[in-house]
Protein backbone atom coordinates (compact mmCIF):
# COMPACT_ATOMS: atom_id res chain seq x y z
CA UNK A 1 0.00 0.00 0.00
CA UNK A 2 2.69 2.26 0.83
CA UNK A 3 4.55 2.12 -2.77
CA UNK A 4 1.18 2.14 -4.25
CA UNK A 5 1.17 5.62 -2.41
CA UNK A 6 3.94 6.76 -3.19
CA UNK A 7 3.82 6.11 -6.70
CA UNK A 8 0.16 7.66 -7.20
CA UNK A 9 1.75 10.63 -5.51
CA UNK A 10 4.62 10.37 -7.84
CA UNK A 11 2.46 10.30 -11.21
CA UNK A 12 0.10 13.28 -9.76
CA UNK A 13 2.95 15.57 -9.12
CA UNK A 14 4.28 14.81 -12.56
CA UNK A 15 0.49 15.65 -14.26
CA UNK A 16 0.19 18.82 -12.24
CA UNK A 17 4.12 20.23 -13.26
CA UNK A 18 4.61 18.55 -16.96
CA UNK A 19 0.93 19.03 -17.97
CA UNK A 20 0.53 22.47 -16.35
CA UNK A 21 3.28 23.29 -18.45
CA UNK A 22 1.68 22.16 -21.52
CA UNK A 23 -1.87 23.84 -20.63
CA UNK A 24 0.21 26.84 -20.13
CA UNK A 25 2.24 26.75 -23.72
CA UNK A 26 -0.75 25.55 -25.83
CA UNK A 27 -3.53 27.40 -24.05
CA UNK A 28 -3.24 30.36 -21.30
CA UNK A 29 -0.22 32.16 -22.92
CA UNK A 30 -1.33 32.10 -26.65
CA UNK A 31 -4.94 33.32 -25.18
CA UNK A 32 -3.48 35.72 -22.34
CA UNK A 33 -1.17 37.30 -25.05
CA UNK A 34 -3.85 38.08 -27.55
CA UNK A 35 -6.98 38.72 -25.50
CA UNK A 36 -5.80 39.92 -21.99
CA UNK A 37 -3.13 42.12 -19.97
CA UNK A 38 0.39 41.28 -18.54
CA UNK A 39 -1.14 41.49 -15.33
CA UNK A 40 -2.94 38.64 -16.69
CA UNK A 41 -0.03 36.76 -17.53
CA UNK A 42 1.40 37.82 -13.99
CA UNK A 43 -1.01 36.49 -12.41
CA UNK A 44 -1.37 32.93 -13.92
CA UNK A 45 2.49 32.99 -13.35
CA UNK A 46 2.23 33.54 -9.59
CA UNK A 47 -0.80 30.99 -9.48
CA UNK A 48 1.03 28.21 -11.17
CA UNK A 49 4.46 28.75 -9.49
CA UNK A 50 4.19 27.76 -6.54
CA UNK A 51 1.86 25.39 -6.97
CA UNK A 52 4.82 23.72 -9.57
CA UNK A 53 7.31 23.98 -6.75
CA UNK A 54 5.33 21.56 -4.34
CA UNK A 55 4.82 19.18 -6.99
CA UNK A 56 8.54 19.68 -8.29
CA UNK A 57 9.48 18.93 -4.23
CA UNK A 58 6.86 16.06 -4.39
CA UNK A 59 8.91 14.50 -7.31
CA UNK A 60 12.19 14.80 -6.08
CA UNK A 61 11.26 12.80 -3.09
CA UNK A 62 8.90 10.07 -4.10
CA UNK A 63 11.30 9.51 -7.08
CA UNK A 64 14.28 9.41 -4.46
CA UNK A 65 12.30 6.90 -2.14
CA UNK A 66 11.39 4.68 -5.07
CA UNK A 67 15.26 4.88 -6.53
CA UNK A 68 16.20 3.67 -3.10
CA UNK A 69 13.74 1.16 -2.42
CA UNK A 70 14.44 -0.61 -5.75
CA UNK A 71 18.19 0.31 -5.97
CA UNK A 72 18.69 2.12 -8.86
CA UNK A 73 21.01 4.83 -7.74
CA UNK A 74 23.39 3.18 -10.54
CA UNK A 75 21.20 3.05 -13.25
CA UNK A 76 22.07 5.19 -16.26
CA UNK A 77 18.96 5.88 -17.22
CA UNK A 78 18.12 7.50 -14.08
CA UNK A 79 21.48 9.12 -13.86
CA UNK A 80 20.45 10.74 -17.33
CA UNK A 81 17.26 11.91 -15.62
CA UNK A 82 18.79 13.47 -12.34
CA UNK A 83 20.79 15.37 -14.81
CA UNK A 84 18.08 16.59 -17.03
CA UNK A 85 16.31 17.06 -13.88
CA UNK A 86 19.43 19.62 -12.93
CA UNK A 87 19.16 21.26 -15.93
CA UNK A 88 14.94 21.99 -15.49
CA UNK A 89 16.46 23.26 -12.18
CA UNK A 90 18.30 25.84 -13.77
CA UNK A 91 16.31 26.92 -16.60
CA UNK A 92 13.51 27.45 -13.70
CA UNK A 93 15.85 29.60 -11.93
CA UNK A 94 16.98 31.77 -15.41
CA UNK A 95 13.23 31.88 -16.11
CA UNK A 96 12.01 33.60 -12.65
CA UNK A 97 14.91 35.50 -13.16
CA UNK A 98 13.57 36.71 -16.97
CA UNK A 99 10.23 35.85 -16.93
CA UNK A 100 9.16 37.13 -20.53
CA UNK A 101 11.83 34.89 -22.29
CA UNK A 102 9.63 32.08 -24.21
CA UNK A 103 12.82 30.18 -25.50
CA UNK A 104 13.39 29.68 -21.35
CA UNK A 105 10.17 28.35 -20.71
CA UNK A 106 10.12 26.21 -23.91
CA UNK A 107 13.18 24.47 -23.05
CA UNK A 108 11.83 23.76 -19.48
CA UNK A 109 8.99 22.19 -21.02
CA UNK A 110 11.08 20.28 -23.42
CA UNK A 111 13.55 18.75 -20.68
CA UNK A 112 10.33 18.07 -18.69
CA UNK A 113 9.10 15.77 -21.51
CA UNK A 114 12.47 14.57 -21.60
CA UNK A 115 12.65 13.71 -17.83
CA UNK A 116 9.20 11.91 -18.44
CA UNK A 117 10.52 9.63 -21.33
CA UNK A 118 13.19 8.72 -19.34
CA UNK A 119 10.90 8.19 -16.30
CA UNK A 120 9.14 5.73 -18.62
CA UNK A 121 12.41 4.07 -19.56
CA UNK A 122 13.13 3.53 -16.05
CA UNK A 123 10.11 2.04 -14.86
CA UNK A 124 9.29 -0.34 -18.32
CA UNK A 125 12.45 -0.30 -20.24
Known sequence: MTWTLI??????ALI???????????AV??????????EAMR????RFGPSSAVALVVLIATGA????????WDSPV?????????LVG???GLHVAAPNTRVLAWATLVASLVIVWLGVELAHG
Open 7 to 12: RFLHVV
Open 16 to 26: FFVGGQLVLAV
Open 29 to 38: VPAVRRHGTP
Open 43 to 46: AAAR
Open 65 to 72: AMASHLHR
Open 78 to 86: LQGKLAVLA
Open 90 to 92: VLL
